[in-house]
């Protein structure tokens, strides 16, 4: 399973760091992202990253949102800076065995429950 923290209420301009726990690694979470869904809209890519050097980010957090697997290790971060409240959602972790241009469709194999992100 995939365990997210780290979710909060941050003022716009701040910042906040999610984690997502990894128990166990296998070439099934080769790939980790986050992805995000505020109510009433489709989720939506966030960043990725696949093993612990190639990483993707939507347009919208280019710049101010950093994915990080540190050693390929059993821990993904988002560090997110610069917070805005169209940041606002339920973030979740999700996990599969390849990623690429596509990264941000939806359709991986293990998602988290998610953690809140609420900027005001």
């Known amino acids: 399973p995939l365990v997210e923290s780290g979710g909060g209420s941050v003022q716009a301009g701040g910042s906040l760091r999610l984690s997502c726990a990894v128990s166990?690694?296998?070439?099934?979470?080769?790939?980790m992202g986050w992805f995000r869904q505020d109510t009433g809209k489709e989720r939506e890519g966030v960043a990725a990253?696949?093993?612990?050097?190639?990483?993707y980010y939507a347009d919208s957090v280019k710049g101010r949102f950093t994915i990080s697997r540190p050693n390929v290790g059993n821990v993904v971060y988002l560090q997110m800076n610069n917070l805005q409240v169209e940041d606002t959602a339920m973030y979740f972790c999700?996990?599969?065995?390849?990623?690429?241009?596509?990264?941000?469709?939806?359709?991986?194999?293990?998602w988290g429950q998610g953690t809140q992100v609420t900027v005001s």
């Open positions: 999700a996990a599969k065995k390849f990623c690429g241009r596509g990264w941000s469709s939806p359709d991986w194999d293990y």
């Open positions: 990253i696949y093993f612990a050097s190639l990483e």
């Open positions: 166990g690694y296998t070439s099934t979470t080769n790939c």
